[in-house]
């Protein structure tokens, strides 16, 4: 599914990549952010619509490409009013090296 330019303007540029990436692939995405200071999320989250088939599929699209990628969930609303979603998170570019101590 193709975005279009105004909602790829409106992309964080961090995780800007791995949006477009993921939705030429079928992703349904419909919220990012590349997080730090005044951002909404701790740490850089892409958020999609579908099962857990396309969980694992968005997953290994993003490690295919080099991005890695160190949290994956389901997420259920408690009154059921919204269908499950998925998100991929602490998405981190290639080439860069992250020590955990």
């Known amino acids: 599914m193709k975005l279009s330019e105004h909602i790829v303007n ?3 540029p961090g995780i800007k990549d791995v949006v477009i990436l993921l939705n030429e692939h079928g992703v349904d995405t419909f919220e990012s952010c590349e997080s730090g200071e005044g951002h909404s999320m701790n740490d ?3 958020c999609f619509w579908g099962d857990e088939f396309d ?3 968005a997953y290994e699209l993003c ?4 991005y ?6 389901r997420v259920y ?3 059921g009013s919204v269908a ?3 998100t991929l998170s602490d998405i981190f570019p ?6 955990l101590f």
């Open 10 to 12: 409106e992309l964080d």
């Open 44 to 46: 850089p989250t892409v």
């Open 55 to 57: 969980c694992i599929r």
């Open 63 to 66: 490690e295919q490409l080099g």
């Open 68 to 73: 890695y990628v160190f949290r994956v969930k």
């Open 77 to 79: 609303r408690k009154d």
């Open 84 to 86: 499950p979603f998925d």
């Open 94 to 99: 290639p080439l860069r090296l992250y020590y």
